[in-house]
């Protein structure tokens, strides 16, 4: 069955720094796979997908992600941290075969704090 | 521009109650979903419809009940209430299923369930 791992639940940064946020997927076939941002008490909201159009793929807010095939990654960066980009991060995927009836299979998340 | 609005967003029940959380939207989308969210465990799909009159069982759909009457709505019922289903859940739309050339999903804001 499909899965999707993230590394970290946690992850503190200070303003301006570097975000990486790490994603693997196990799948045999490239999937689509996504980012979702969640902010406290709100609904998720897309940030980026990937489709196959290209492997590095940029989103809204800054943030961009790679599509890694030879490491099964599709980690999350943005180059300076601002203090609005504290919420929590889910890495999802879909089964292009067919799996899960093609419905997203979401990680468990990765809480970002960001330090003044 | 409503999107996916799901209601009550507050709910306490008592153990053995039941009740529906109603959820509709206003894009004309084929697929909707309900998700459950619990701390530290990512969502998991509770039941998904690929369109009026059809639904399906996700990957934890014990306790609960839908159906797509039509197109906008897709309720969540909870029979007999039980302590394990205090959760926050989400309602989801989207076009297509994600797995066609990566369809985004449209969550709502929520609703927060406690069980006592």
């Known amino acids: 069955a499909q899965s999707v791992t993230q590394l970290g639940s946690h992850v503190s940064v200070s303003e301006g720094a570097l975000v990486l946020l790490r994603c693997n997927y196990s799948?045999?076939?490239?999937?689509?796979l996504f980012w979702y941002v969640q902010y406290p008490n709100q609904g998720l909201q897309l940030l980026l997908k990937y489709t196959s159009a290209a492997t590095l793929v940029k989103g809204i807010n800054g943030f961009e992600a790679e599509f890694k095939k030879s490491e099964t990654s599709f980690h999350l960066t943005k180059p300076s941290a601002h203090m609005s980009d504290a919420a929590e991060y889910f890495c999802a995927v879909s089964d292009r075969g067919g799996g899960s009836q093609g419905n997203l299979i979401f990680g468990k998340g990765t809480k970002l704090s960001v330090k003044p | 521009n409503a999107g996916v609005t799901q209601t009550p967003k507050f709910r306490i029940l008592k153990i053995g109650q039941s009740m529906t959380l109603q959820c509709t939207q206003d894009m004309n989308h084929n697929y909707m979903y309900w998700y459950r969210q619990d701390p530290g465990m990512g969502l998991k799909l509770i039941y998904y419809?690929?369109?009026?009159?059809?639904?399906d069982k996700g990957e934890v759909p014990n306790g609960y009940n839908v159906s797509r009457s039509t197109t906008e709505d897709f309720p969540l019922r909870l029979e007999l209430a039980a302590p394990s289903q205090t959760s926050v859940y989400f309602c989801?739309?989207?076009?297509?299923?994600?797995?066609?050339?990566?369809?985004?999903?449209?969550f709502g804001e929520g609703s927060w369930l406690t069980v006592v």
């Open positions: 419809s690929v369109g009026a009159g059809i639904t």
């Open positions: 989801a739309s989207s076009r297509d299923r994600p797995a066609s050339s990566g369809n985004t999903i449209y």
């Open positions: 799948s045999s076939v490239p999937p689509y």
